[in-house]
């Protein structure tokens, strides 16, 4: 394949963001593309004609398909805009708690988002921060606003105050709970504080936590503080073992996936430790973006060896040499952590070429999400990390039979694999013993909205609602609705309370614990605001592949709208019946679960009477 | 010597649709089966000569163990696998793509085809409420993904826009265009290996794009035409077609196909010349031939001016 390039040419500084990622590299590897873009964001603040061309030459990938992925993410931007862009969290879990009133007061001092050329601001889905709503993303690249640049174009000029000397390509941070003066400060490069992970872990340091013993305990970035607060032991077990004993031990466990899907961990592990193929990957699923979920988040910040060496004995079990972290966009401290605590952990020998001395092979390599939800379901994720846009494949075939590059692939979320440390050190039967049926373990929770403590709490499978609310400080006064798994989930009652949190009793009550979101709502809450952010977010966040979803999503939101607003055409009889019809195709005949389940928590906030009269 | 291709041996496996089994070779989608079977299968992003993306979602199916519906033309059959195609969660999934796509999209030129499972499935689009105003030129492609205006619900979406016209020898009307990927498809790895344009953007604000949505001269395009070839709704088509339907004297019925062989280079390719008034309106090629399957070069499909030169 011949390139042909536009005639642009890309200014030094977007040579050098580029040239800093690709290196030496002279074969084609679309796999850079993301990394690529990061780069060129991160130093020049956007993506131009010359920038694209460059990297286009420079990994062999055609500009239109190149264009194709740049334009897909909503964390990069094909047109010239503001260099420092704050993003701020409009979604359910921090709209009525803060991030309304804060996007106003952006609007005030910043104007319109995008009028301004060297700080602007703008709306964003759920970034992950519920527990300290209302939450902002920063993306703060180190090129010098459009208007300082005239006659200058390759002027950079680094932040007067960056916090992170080792990333001279721009830096980006959080900040939660966010006010506009905190926000416009940090625009102007004021250093942003790192996450505490004990406000977000309210239960830190009690004496019957498994997933979050070491949060607030363990220096995050300290491999010997991880040491010794036990780490490394389960890993010095599985090799010790075997591989096949691991897998046999996780099936045993009868572990679930932890994301939201649920399927049976062992199956996956075994499937690809069985295949014949040479070659093979296990990719950790880090792109948290469920509105509603933060617990992936914390692990990472606050625990990070412990995902780096969980990754290590998946990646060994199933015959991998290498892991693929690919860890959402939006979370810099988080990547920061892991980024830190992998080169850590290559240092002394518990990654590479000889792990732990044991011989076996196996490395990890973090890559960063670019704003899309989508890439959270499994094989989007595969293709994002392929360099490609990020669109469900068809299955059959499965992951463990044609995942990453076509190799068999075990794909697992962080919070799945932290839980495998757990059983290598005490068994699989010990950790089936705690919960039930095929729920079993213990389970991370992200409390947020109105409840007194809001955080990620760690209860045993089979906790009620109830119970997991005394301990965030009580069912809250009024309560109205919690939003249970997410906006994929679906709203329950305070009369539902009793509600064993397993897969099978959410089921029977027919919710579902998706990515363990217990979003509370009291009743002075706008139910139609919400249930119209949750349309939105997914007709944004749909890829647009398929036609029920891409279509599906669009009208469900005006369908909503009109409802909201009084308008029904035909009454709301009819427009009950059209949103049932969307519903039900999206539902039967979509791609991937973004589609599935789109309908989900609009369908129970109706039937449920959360706006109007009960429908069921 | 005359060499028969007896192709490649297949095991026999057996596939119950609607209660009646069938046995097919390995390999085979469940479309294949249904087409067999002569059941009248919607579809409209797979075409034979394509690898099925399996993205319009109007050929699905229930398959016995699956909660979600199948594509049936990309889903490969399996020994003992249960089918069915007459349930009502098949007919309204079908309903609703076409309906649908017809809320967003001109489908006026999508053939009889289209405009029959209209009718027989039921699709009314008009009950989403009136179209809303069509978007300025190049302003759909310009929307930044996971950002739009809140709806007011008043009017519906659509994807109305006005024609591209950039080039000699066809345009773009996507106000048409269902993001079937088949444009994408040919002129990427499936046929032509030139990958001037692909799907840019994303969900309903997707469109089909070149680098930053330059005219076509100014990107990788070679004109081969195969993207015509495989569009199925009329939003990429010649500007010879273009004209005549613009100047209201586009005549189909009148229409008459010659098959001939393309004189330009060796290969010889079948050409089938679509004639309307005495005058070459079109040149495709069938997907089912061996050589072209139905792809053709800038030659082929646009080189006929000196046949009429009259």
Redo the contacts between chains.
């Keep these: 394949m011949d390139l042909v390039l536009l005639p642009d040419a890309a200014t030094d500084a977007e040579r050098a963001a580029v040239d800093g990622v690709v290196g030496t590299v002279s074969e084609p590897r679309r796999d850079l593309l993301l990394p690529a873009f990061h780069a060129v964001m991160d130093g020049v603040g956007w993506i131009s004609r010359g920038a694209l061309s460059y990297v286009c030459e420079r990994l062999h990938v055609p500009p239109a398909e190149a264009y194709g992925v740049a334009t897909f993410y909503a964390l990069f931007s094909v047109t010239p805009r503001a260099p420092r862009v704050a993003h701020v969290c409009d979604d359910v879990g921090c709209a009525a708690f803060g991030g309304e009133d804060l996007c106003a007061a952006m609007e005030e001092r910043l104007g319109a988002p995008g009028e301004r050329d060297d700080v602007t601001w703008t709306r964003s889905p759920c970034l992950g921060l519920c527990e300290r709503a209302p939450a902002v993303f920063l993306q703060r690249a180190s090129a010098s606003p459009p208007s300082e640049r005239e006659g200058n174009p390759d002027a950079t000029r680094a932040l007067e105050s960056s916090p992170h000397d080792d990333e001279p390509g721009g830096d980006h941070a959080q900040i939660a709970p966010a006010t506009a003066d905190a926000v416009v400060h940090a625009l102007d490069g004021e250093d942003v504080p790192g996450p505490d992970p004990v406000v977000s872990t309210p239960q830190a340091g009690a004496p019957d936590l498994e997933l979050l013993s070491r949060v607030g305990v363990v220096d995050p970035a300290d491999l010997d503080s991880y040491r010794a607060a036990g780490g490394y032991a389960g890993l010095r077990r599985a090799l010790a073992v075997g591989s096949a004993r691991v897998v046999d031990e996780i099936t045993v466990a009868s572990l679930t996936g932890r994301g939201g899907a649920a399927f049976p961990t062992g199956t996956k592990w075994a499937a690809v430790a069985g295949s014949p193929e040479p070659e093979k990957y296990l990719v950790c699923n880090a792109d948290e973006s469920e509105p509603g979920t933060f617990k992936d988040r914390v692990l990472m910040e606050a625990d990070p060896f412990a995902l780096v060496e969980a990754m290590t004995v998946a990646g060994i079990a199933v015959g991998a040499r290498t892991g693929y972290l690919y860890v959402r966009g939006e979370y810099p401290a988080a990547e920061r952590a892991i980024e830190r605590a992998v080169a850590e952990a290559r240092r002394h020998g518990y990654l590479g070429d000889d792990v732990m001395g044991s011989g076996r092979v196996f490395d990890i390599e973090v890559r960063r999400g670019a704003g899309a939800y989508i890439c959270g379901e499994e094989t989007a994720l595969m293709n994002s990390l392929e360099g490609r846009r990020g669109e469900p494949r068809a299955k059959p075939p499965f992951p463990t039979v044609a995942g990453l590059f076509g190799r068999p692939t075990v794909i697992n979320n962080v919070e799945t694999l932290v839980n495998v440390l757990r059983i290598v050190a005490e068994g699989g039967p010990a950790f089936a013993s705690v919960g039930s049926g095929r729920s079993t373990g213990t389970k991370l929770f992200c409390l947020s909205g109105v409840v007194s403590r809001p955080g990620v709490y760690e209860v045993p499978m089979g906790t009620t609602l109830r119970e997991l609310l005394e301990l965030a400080g009580g069912v809250p006064a009024d309560l109205r609705a919690i939003l249970l798994g997410g906006a994929a989930g679906s709203f329950v009652t305070p009369d539902q309370l009793d509600v064993p949190l397993t897969l099978e009793g959410t089921r029977e009550i027919g919710a579902t614990l998706g990515s363990g979101v217990v979003l509370c709502f009291d009743s002075s809450t706008d139910f139609a605001a919400v249930l119209r952010r949750i349309a939105g977010f997914f007709r944004d966040e749909s890829c647009g592949q398929c036609v029920p979803c891409r279509v599906g999503t669009v009208r469900q939101e005006e369908a909503l709208a009109r409802i909201v607003r009084g308008r029904e055409i035909g009454g709301r009889t009819v427009e009950l019946q059209l949103l049932r019809d969307v519903d039900r195709v999206m539902t039967d005949a979509s791609i991937c679960g973004l589609g599935q389940t789109a309908a989900s928590a609009v369908r129970s906030a109706l039937a449920l009477g959360l706006i109007g009269e009960e429908t069921s | 010597m005359t060499v028969v291709d007896l192709g490649t041996i297949r095991r026999l496996v057996s596939v119950t649709v609607d209660d009646v089994e069938h046995r097919v070779p390995e390999g085979a989608t469940i479309m294949d089966v249904l087409d067999d079977a002569g059941a009248d299968t919607p579809r409209l992003c797979q075409a034979p000569n394509l690898t ?1 993306v ?5 050929c ?1 199916v229930e398959v016995e163990g699956s909660r ?2 199948v ?1 049936s033309c ?2 490969r059959v399996e020994d003992g696998m249960v089918v069915r195609t007459d349930t009502e ?1 098949v007919a ?2 079908r309903k ?2 076409l309906e ?2 017809a ?2 999209n001109d489908l006026s030129e999508a053939g009889d085809d289209v405009a029959r499972w209209q009718i027989e499935y039921g699709a009314d689009p008009e ?3 009136p179209p809303g105003p069509p978007a300025a030129a190049g302003e759909r492609g ?1 929307r ?5 205006s ?5 009017t ?2 659509t994807v109305a826009q006005p024609v591209t016209v950039d080039n000699d020898l066809y345009v773009r009307d996507y106000a048409r265009c ?2 079937c990927y088949k444009c994408v498809e040919a002129c990427g790895t499936d046929a032509q ?14 469109t089909i ?4 949505a ?1 005219p076509l001269p ?3 395009c070679v004109y081969c035409g195969n993207c015509i070839g495989v569009c199925p709704t009329g939003a990429l088509k010649s500007v010879a077609e273009h004209e005549r339907r613009e100047a209201g004297t586009w005549d189909p019925e009148g229409e008459t196909v010659t098959s001939t062989i393309c004189s330009f280079c060796g290969v010889g390719c079948t050409l089938e010349l679509h004639v309307q008034d005495n005058t070459i309106v079109n040149v495709t090629s069938p997907h089912d031939h061996s050589v072209t399957h139905g792809h053709l070069c800038i030659k082929g499909r646009f080189g006929f001016q000196h046949v009429q030169n009259r």
Excluded at chain 2, 144 to 148: D, I, L, N, R, S
Excluded at chain 2, 193 to 206: E, H, K, M, P, S
């Design positions: 099925p399996n993205a319009c979602r109007v699905v979600p519906l594509p990309a889903r969660r309204h999934s609703m793509v649908l796509l809320s967003a009950r989403y409420g310009n930044h993904a996971g950002h739009h809140l709806p007011d619900g008043e519906r979406a269902i993001l290996n030139t990958f001037a344009i692909a799907v840019a953007g994303r969900g309903f604000d997707a794009s070149t680098e930053f330059v100014d990107s990788a």
